[in-house]
């Protein structure tokens, strides 16, 4: 993709919000663009409370239930910290950092997963979580694709919240900077 994957994002955004509007297609593109198995974002509140935001299938739905039912998993890891998560195999007795995530991520179909901060600046808005039926590393591009995927996501949150009622994503996102 080179130096036009902005523009690629923008186009994938584009052709998907035909059939998934309000943001909805974010996952959607966020999958395709790092060409994964799925992606789910989450919005964080005070409290590090976390809303889903979209899945683009299934299992990446699954997943994400998971991660805001248990507190734990690569986006709630990314989100808390602000660092990139990545866990390349699940099978590994080194993937055990999740102990209730881990085994149902594995029988969900998840084999490796992967976390990155949505935020613009100080102000984190939530995570991305992306996730592969096999086990492996991210390519550098695809790594490169998340966290520039990742900060469309927080432009978009932004812009989403700019048409919003007063009160409402504002009111989560308050008191967020850290």
């Not at 198995?37 to 683009?56: F, H």
């Not at 866990?87 to 029988?107: D, H, K």
Request: include cysteine; charge should be negative; hydrophobic fraction near 45%.
């Amino acid at each position: 993709m080179g130096t036009d994957r902005l523009i690629d994002i923008f186009a994938l955004m584009a052709r998907h919000e035909r059939d998934h509007p309000h943001g909805l297609s974010l996952c959607a593109v966020a999958a395709e663009i790092t060409e994964l198995s799925g992606a789910g974002i989450a919005i964080t509140s005070k409290g590090d409370q976390a809303t889903r935001l979209c899945t683009s299938n299934r299992i990446a739905g699954d997943l994400m239930n998971l991660e805001i039912a248990m507190g734990e998993g690569p986006g709630t890891e990314a989100g808390k910290s602000g660092l990139a998560v990545d866990e390349q195999n699940l099978l590994s007795s080194e993937a055990s950092r999740w102990v209730i995530y881990t085994p149902q991520a594995l029988a969900a179909g998840a084999r490796a997963v992967f976390g990155f901060p949505v935020r613009i600046g100080a102000v984190r808005f939530g995570s991305l979580s992306l996730f592969r039926d096999q086990p492996g590393p991210l390519s550098e591009l695809q790594s490169s694709n998340a966290y520039l995927m990742a900060s469309v996501i927080g432009r978009s949150i932004l812009a989403m919240q700019a048409g919003a009622l007063r009160g409402g994503l504002a009111s989560e996102l308050e008191g967020q900077s850290n």
